[in-house]
């Protein structure tokens, strides 16, 4: 869901929507990320649900919110939009940390469970790291000369969308 985030700005901007106004699609996710990941800390420490259903509900949830977004046209729409993948995204984030130090503390040694956690943040943050940029480049490749059949014709994206990378397929980083 992450990738979604770094074409906000040019999509909203390629429905007219001010550049500044679209800046504030960052901020939005950024609170709403952390508030994500507070609530869901919450709810797991409440035992009203357990991490891996969190992690199914939220990842459900990311899914039907993605499915939503080609019919955010104003600014106010990507705002909720956004809202809610920042929601979500935390509540992914923190439920799969979770996840990560239950088993660490089931299945490893106490003396190397500050490792085993270090060793598993680091695979887990280089991906993160470098996922993002492989993606750009893979939807730069595919936005410029498939776009339809990259963003998927069957899924009923907005012709705008097309649009918006067709007039400007050319790298740039947000």
């Known amino acids: 869901m992450k990738q979604l985030l770094y074409i906000q700005a040019k999509y909203a901007q390629g429905l007219g929507i001010p550049p500044n106004k679209a800046s504030h699609l960052y901020m939005v996710f950024g609170l709403s990320n952390i508030a994500g990941r507070v609530v869901s800390g919450y709810i797991v420490n409440s035992q009203w649900t357990t991490p891996k259903r969190l992690y199914t509900t939220a990842a459900l949830l990311g899914t039907l919110v993605t499915a939503l977004l080609p019919q955010a046209t104003k600014h106010v729409y990507l705002l909720v939009v956004n809202v809610a993948i920042g929601l979500i995204e935390g509540a992914i984030t923190s439920s799969i940390f979770v996840l990560q130090l239950q088993t660490i ?4 040694p106490t003396n190397l469970q500050g490792q085993i956690f270090g060793v598993c943040n680091s695979v887990y943050f280089t991906v993160c ?3 993002p940029p492989i993606a750009g480049l893979f ?4 936005l410029c000369s498939h776009s339809r059949l990259a963003l998927g014709t069957f899924t009923n994206f907005r012709d705008d969308y097309h649009a918006v990378y067709n007039q400007n397929c050319r790298m740039s980083f947000i």
């Open 105 to 108: 503390v089931d299945t490893v």
């Open 129 to 131: 790291a470098v996922g």
């Open 139 to 142: 939807a730069f490749h595919n």
